[in-house]
């Protein structure tokens, strides 16, 4: 297995996994609906091919000639929109005959519908690509470490010492970085006895939000607290940075994101905490330490526009 056709290439979730399958020496294929998509991205040498997700044709193109494909997948709040997206991927991959998928789900996962319509969406890609007759590997990460430097949040740490997040005060998430992800990939990519399976994967320790300021407090240099906000307020922030507007818009991507935590918040176990010994020791990743991930990040102040 050499050629990796990759979907999602150029965000966030796809260059540190080009960054893993050039290490172990694959050929990775950036499948991407927009061309010149990786031009400004740290691997611009990756060679780039046409794919639309809702164009059966496109994708087979796209698969064809490859061994294996590697992916990461928008979130979609029309349920039937993402069961489409995962029919047509499964289908090009069986016609392009591919050896393998690993897809990426960039989320808790339950093995029942929430009634919520981005995760409900996840349970239907996952059962196109089961249904597919293509090996897969099914990656399911829990909460990225690198949530917390994104605009919604890093500039309340670094400006005002606030780490604010919609987790209840109790509620435990076993953060794993994305380059972590990104080896659980690979290593599933290349693993020849892994052909039909999900696999939870998260950090070493599972972390209420006081335990996750402590650490940023070490990594900043200075004193950091953890602020539990509604899962609403938060959406109404992140709404407002991006489009100057509290006003949560259905079946946007702040609306998903309450309803993610509001569901989290109210279990009586934390669905994001889980044992990271049985995923580590299968696929041979060390998953690493929010502490040692805080410290490789920026936390100088950033000036945030007007």
Avoid at 71 to 92: K, Q, S, V, Y
Avoid at 139 to 147: A, C, S
Wanted: hydrophobic share 45%.
């Amino acid at each position: 297995m050499k050629k990796i056709i990759v979907l999602g290439a150029p965000a966030d979730q796809g260059i540190p996994l080009l960054t893993a399958l050039k290490a172990r020496g694959l050929e990775p294929t950036a499948g991407v609906r927009r061309p010149g998509a990786m031009a400004a991205t740290p691997h611009p040498d990756v060679p780039e091919v046409a794919a639309d997700l809702y164009d059966v044709a496109s994708l087979t193109a796209a698969f064809s000639g490859q061994d294996a494909l590697a992916m990461h997948l928008p979130f979609e709040f029309d349920r039937d929109r993402a069961a489409t997206m995962g029919r047509n991927i499964a289908e090009a991959a069986r016609a392009a005959g591919l050896g393998k998928i690993v897809f990426n789900t960039s989320c808790f996962v339950a093995d029942h519908d929430l009634g919520l319509s981005a995760h409900d969406g996840r349970r239907d890609i996952e059962r196109a690509i089961h249904d597919s007759g293509v090996p897969y590997v099914i990656i399911e990460p829990m909460v990225f470490m690198d949530n917390i430097t994104r605009i919604w949040s890093r500039p309340a740490i670094v400006n005002s010492g606030v780490f604010a997040y919609p987790a209840a005060e109790t509620l435990k998430i076993s953060w794993v970085c994305l380059e972590d992800v990104a080896a659980y990939m690979v290593s599933a990519l290349l693993h020849e006895d892994l052909v039909a399976d999900r696999i939870a994967v998260g950090g070493p320790e599972a972390l209420v939000g006081e335990q996750v300021a402590e650490r940023l407090s070490v990594a900043a240099g200075r004193p950091v607290r953890f602020q539990s906000l509604s899962p609403d307020e938060f959406a109404a922030r992140m709404s407002e940075l991006v489009t100057g507007s509290r006003e949560v818009q259905p079946a946007s991507i702040y609306d998903g994101m309450a309803k993610f935590y509001r569901w989290y918040n109210d279990q009586p176990l934390s669905p994001v905490a889980l044992d990271p010994i049985p995923a580590a020791r299968l696929l041979g990743v060390t998953p690493t330490r929010f502490a040692e991930w805080a410290k490789r990040q920026d936390w100088s102040p950033i000036k945030v526009p007007a």
